[in-house]
């Protein structure tokens, strides 16, 4: 069994690699920025869709407003934009986590870790769910097979990951340079078509939208007011990623911090003219998408077809302008599907790296810091892989159910970065002399406070507007793991606390004496090489233990005792109960009674097997014993290892793997 899942792993994963692979080299800008904005630029493919049907459960109207929600939303991003690339000069070598660790203290820290790390899941389940909407619409007849296509990229790309796939290069900037592009094609030749009053209708701007009936009376009262709300903290789904520059600065080429600058501030502008160009399309070609198209749109007054099949906007848009069937109506799809791919790839690497500086400080179990056999953080790859399918399995690819628990996350670590930052610089004003120094950093304290006072009010307003319709399952997730974290990092600190050496004992001493015990159930090969390394060690003092559980049997192990005259004494353990366990840990307890000085190793005969059937009908109360006695101080378990033939294939393939 072992060498069948060890041959799996080499065919699924790969050979490993040295560890002198891991060393990555700095990208040059025109690469850098397209591989560390691909997260940010995916959100156009959603974020505008989002927008519209929201609104559109006020009706046809309210969706009039989409430009205006978006525009709002475009001035948070630019503001955020701002303030990050104050963070870029201010700490080139970290992120979010740092700033808010080293201005804001150890619980800070937490929140934002555990906030990046939930988000991050967020990212894969809502892209790949995205993704494969995009497929869908390219191909209407693989219709109802979207959660399954989502399942399957996120699985695909797990893969990649554990064999090693990098951040990188010219495989992520062709097609994120292809998707901007096309998409400001599509923008460019739709706005020409409008102008020349050449512009089609989408092919859903015959339909009727019907409005639910909280909002029978359109943007009315508190709860037009609460929907737009809604709308817009929906919408802030486009500013995810957008911090994505300046937690790797270090991978840009030098001048690293002004590169990672100039790549915000194109990724901010870039994303604002995309987004905005979207929904002025969307708006001219009368695009209608809803939450639940059979219940909230109607042809010529009555119900849709049963083959009616709603397509992403930018779907909509392509076939609009370019024509369902044209060439470049299939590029944009192809495009944006990869561009959603290209979001979850960007996660793939940033929550293992995330998750190993978050185990190195402590915060989450330390199998997470280390890298696989191909040089990637696998521990970490399963577990995002594991969150991000759950999610999708749980709300069935549903890219709207899932993006009402998207954005708390990322306006968590938002919020809590420019508050860091704002700390940050009053500090260092208050220790530097030189005016014009403290000047530019009055400057750039101003900046990170409007980010700070603009990322905390729309953090209130995505709680407040989303909270019933799912935020509170990523409060709830967020908070959770925080809590899991601050408990492993207290346990940690425990446990080092525990084991510290204690200044008072001397580091070199020993035990008054070591009694080694063997334990016996028939004279065989294993017991006497157990008796062979026992006798090795020349302990203080050495004796064989047999539990009486058959008579009979007991007397012929005890009679080969003596007929191969073995220079041990053998002592047998009663018990009228038949259970091998509890003599033996009465016994080793009255030793350790007698003499609690004494080092007491107990050496227990194991088979070593190649099947896993195996396993289960051997070893099976050496397993047991070991478990107690781990429990006894001043108890030692030595396992002797007796390889059976079966273990042979186990053992060359470990030799030539």
Excluded at 257 to 272: F, K, S
Excluded at 530 to 536: E, G, H, V, W
Aim: proline share 5%; charged share 15%; glycine share 6%.
């Amino acid at each position: 069994m072992l060498t069948s899942l060890n041959a799996l792993k080499r065919i699924l994963v790969g050979r490993p690699f040295r560890t002198e692979r891991a060393k990555a080299q700095p990208l040059p800008q025109r690469l850098a920025l397209p591989v560390f904005s691909a997260n940010a630029l995916s959100s156009v493919a959603y974020s505008p869709d989002e927008i519209l049907l929201t609104l559109a459960l006020a009706g046809v109207a309210a969706v009039a407003l989409s430009p205006l929600v978006g525009l709002a939303v475009m001035v948070v991003l630019l503001v955020i934009v701002a303030s990050y690339r104050q963070s870029v000069h201010a700490y080139p070598s970290g992120g979010d986590y740092q700033i808010a660790s080293e201005n804001l203290g150890k619980n800070a820290g937490i929140t934002v870790g555990s906030a990046l790390m939930f988000d991050y899941v967020l990212t894969v389940a809502v892209s790949m769910s995205s993704a494969a909407h995009y497929v869908i619409a390219a191909f209407p007849a693989l219709r109802g097979w979207q959660t399954t296509a989502a399942v399957a990229g996120v699985v695909i790309l797990a893969l990649l990951h554990l064999r090693g796939l990098r951040r990188g290069g010219r495989a992520v900037a062709i097609p994120t340079y292809a998707f901007v592009g096309l998409i400001l094609l599509m923008c460019l030749v739709g706005f020409i078509q409008d102008m020349t009053g050449q512009l089609q209708l989408a092919p859903s701007a015959g339909l009727d939208i019907v409005p639910d009936a909280e909002f029978q009376a359109g943007l009315t009262g508190l709860a037009g007011a609460l929907l737009v709300l809604r709308a817009f903290s929906t919408g802030a789904a486009a500013l995810t990623g957008v911090e994505t520059p300046a937690g790797n600065v270090q991978a840009f080429q030098p001048p690293r911090a002004r590169n990672a600058a100039t790549a915000l501030l194109v990724l901010g502008v870039a994303a604002t003219v995309m987004t905005m160009a979207v929904l002025y399309l969307a708006r001219a070609t009368r695009v209608h998408v809803v939450q639940v198209p059979a219940e909230q749109l109607r042809l010529n007054g009555g119900p849709l077809p049963a083959d009616y099949l709603q397509t992403p906007v930018i779907s909509q848009l392509a076939a609009t302008v370019f024509d369902r069937g044209n060439v470049l109506f299939y590029l944009v799809l192809a495009a944006t599907g990869l561009i959603l791919v290209l979001a979850s790839h960007s996660a793939f690497n940033a929550f293992p790296s995330l998750a190993s500086i978050l185990a190195t400080d402590g915060f989450l179990p330390r199998q997470l810091r280390t890298r696989g056999d191909r040089l990637s953080y696998s521990n970490g790859v399963m577990a995002l892989a594991g969150a991000a399918l759950v999610l999708i399995l749980i709300f069935d690819a549903d890219v709207t159910k899932l993006i009402q628990l998207y954005v708390v996350g990322v306006f968590v670590s938002f919020t809590f970065s420019q508050l860091g930052m704002i700390k940050h610089f009053s500090r260092l004003i208050r220790s530097t002399p030189h005016k014009p120094i403290r000047r530019r950093m009055a400057r750039s304290r101003v900046i990170n406070l409007i980010g700070f006072i603009m990322t905390a009010t729309v953090l209130v307003v995505v709680l407040v507007s989303k909270f019933v319709f799912g935020a509170w399952i990523a409060v709830a997730g967020i908070l959770m793991l925080a809590l899991i974290m601050y408990s492993i990092h207290r346990h940690y600190e425990q446990v080092a606390q525990e084991l510290a050496v204690d200044e008072n004992q001397p580091a070199t001493a020993l035990p008054s004496r070591v009694h080694a015990v063997i334990l016996v159930s028939h004279v065989r090969k294993p017991v006497l090489r157990a008796l062979a390394f026992a006798r090795a060690s020349r302990p203080s003092k050495l004796d064989a233990v047999i539990v009486d559980i058959d008579e009979e049997e007991t007397k012929a192990t005890l009679a080969d005792w003596e007929r191969y005259k073995i220079p041990v004494p053998i002592t047998v353990l009663a018990s009228p109960y038949r259970d091998t366990t509890v003599p033996i840990i009465e016994y080793i307890k009255n030793i350790r009674r007698d003499s609690p000085r004494d080092l007491v190793v107990v050496y227990i005969p194991e088979y070593v097997v190649g099947r896993w059937w195996e396993q289960l009908v051997h070893n099976q109360t050496a397993l047991r014993i070991k478990t107690r006695l781990h429990f006894e101080p001043g108890v030692m378990v030595a396992s002797v290892p007796w390889q059976l033939a079966s273990s042979d294939a186990v053992r060359k393939y470990q030799e030539f793997p």
